[in-house]
C-alpha cells in the first residue's frame, strides 16, 4: 500500500482502464458517469488518439460525461441515431453479490438507466470499497423526482419506511439539480430485502422519474483492489 499515495484513486484509473481496453472498433459506447467512469473514457481517448481503437460512437449519460468525451476526442451519437448499444461502461455506488446495484450518486441514474439497460454489455467499474452484502449498506438511495411533487413523494417514501431527505447542492444555494431540471431525494432503507419489488414500487409513485436501483442491468462487474501494495482488477 505504501507505493500508493491514493490508493482509491489508483484503483478507479486501474479498473478504467481494463473496462476502456474491452471496447473494440466500430462500435457504438454508451458512456457512464462519475469519477470512475472518467478514467475510462480518458483511456477510450488514448486509444482512439493511437489509432489502436477506431470508429466508436459515445452516447453520453450525463452532461459530465458528454464534455469528458469532447475533451478526448470521441465521437458522439443520440439513441435517434443508432438502434443498438454494443457496450456500455459505468460506475455504480454499491454492488451487492447479485450484481444489482444502487447508483445515482452523481444525480444522473435516470439516463444511466436507459443507456446502461440497452446495451448488449453493460461492464460495471468499481473500487472494491463499493462491494456490500445488502444493498443501502452504505449508501442511500436517490430517487429523482419532478420539483412539483416533491412533497407527497416524500410522504409516500415515508409511509414505505424510508427516511427522505433533499439532495442539496455543492458551491450552489438550494438543492441539486439533474440534468433534465428535476431533484433527487436521498433515501435511507433499514434494509433492501427485495431490490427488485422496491424499485417498482418507488417508480410507481406519480412524480418519480426514476430511482438508483438498477437490478439485473449489470452483465460484468470490475473491481478494482490493492493486493500486496499493487493495483489489480478482477472480474466479479
Ligand atoms: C452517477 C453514478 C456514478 O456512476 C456513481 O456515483 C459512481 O461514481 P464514482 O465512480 O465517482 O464513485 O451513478 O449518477
New binding site residues.
Partial sequence: MSTLTDPVKVM?QEVGKAAAARVQSGTIVGL???????YAIEHLGVRLKSGDLKDIQGIP??FQAEVLAKQYGIPLTTLDAVDRIDIAI????EVDPQKNLI???????TR?KVVDSLADQFIV???AG?LVDLLGSTFLL?VEVIPMAMTPVMRAIEKLGGKPELRMGVKKAGPAITDQGNMVIDVKFDSIDNPAELEKTLNNLPGVLEN?LFVGVADLVLVGEVKDGNPVVREM
Avoid: I, M
Avoid at 90 to 93: E, H, P, S
Avoid at 103 to 109: E, F, I, L
Fill in positions: 478507479k457512464g458517469t462519475g469519477s470512475t467512469t472518467a449519460t450525463s459505468d460506475g455504480a455506488d447508483k445515482g450518486g452523481g444525480a444522473a441514474h444511466e467499474v468499481v473500487d463499493k436517490p438508483g
